[in-house]
T-cell receptor
Framework: DTAVSQTPKYLVTQMGNDKSIKCEQNLGHDTMYWYKQDSKKFLKIMFSYNNKELIINETVPNRFSPKSPDKAHLNLHINSLELGDSAVYFC????????????FGSGTQLSVL | RKEVEQDPGPFNVPEGATVAFNCTYSNSASQSFFWYRQDCRKEPKLLMSVYSSGNEDGRFTAQLNRASQYISLLIRDSKLSDSATYLCVVTDTGGFKTIFGAGTRLFVKA
């Protein structure tokens, strides 16, 4: 069983569309994250949720809205997609809020045309 | 100054070689330190934690120097399968935020 699974793996869409990426973890972890890895390969944290509560919200446009229906799920909804949103988005989880060890999903390659 | 800086490489080494990567971090109050490995088009995976006393896991040795704000990773007897990008990772004072370096690319050749 995959520990952290995210879907879809690839997402190709037009500018201005709205899209969602789903993430689920079966590790029983309390904390989940969304990271963005751009073309220069920098991995940057976007959001962090601990037990469904938002604990980190980096300078991310309001078009990005995370939703955590329960501690095993953290979805990412993006409105009005822009060219600059093209990147690989990784979901991750860790046992506690102090993210000692991160377990990543396999990533979603988002391409905005 | 970037929060976590690494030499991007690439490092091209023959099989069996010993290779060392360095990383510096800017926040002296940083709490935890790690090396992650990322294969091409894959997710990052934890390689090892880094402690001030130094720690070893098989062919891999990690070292932390808090005074110099410097982290290192030594790989002995390199294998073809070691080819990957190695990410230096630091958590902030509270441990809530994880900061990744841009990574060092390693190519091990036969």
């Amino acid at each position: 069983d995959t520990a952290v699974s995210q879907t879809p793996k690839y997402l190709v869409t037009q500018m201005g569309n709205d899209k969602s990426i789903k993430c689920e973890q079966n590790l029983g972890h309390d904390t989940m994250y969304w990271y963005k890895q751009d073309s220069k390969k920098f991995l940057k944290i976007m959001f962090s949720y601990n037990n469904k509560e938002l604990i980190i919200n980096e300078t991310v446009p309001n078009r990005f809205s995370p939703k955590s229906p329960d501690k095993a799920h953290l979805n990412l909804h993006i409105n009005s997609l822009e060219l600059g949103d093209s990147a690989v988005y990784f979901c991750a989880s860790s046992q506690g809020a102090t993210n000692e060890k991160l377990f990543f999903g396999s990533g979603t390659q988002l391409s905005v045309l | 100054r970037k929060e976590v800086e690494q030499d991007p490489g690439p490092f091209n080494v023959p099989e069996g070689a010993t290779v060392a990567f360095n990383c510096t971090y800017s926040n002296s109050a940083s709490q935890s330190f790690f090396w992650y490995r990322q294969d091409c088009r894959k997710e990052p995976k934890l390689l090892m934690s880094v402690y001030s006393s130094g720690n070893e896991d098989g062919r891999f040795t990690a070292q932390l120097n808090r005074a110099s704000q410097y982290i290192s990773l030594l790989i002995r007897d390199s294998k073809l399968s070691d080819s990957a990008t190695y990410l230096c990772v630091v958590t902030d004072t509270g441990g809530f935020k994880t900061i990744f370096g841009a990574g060092t690319r390693l190519f091990v050749k036969a």
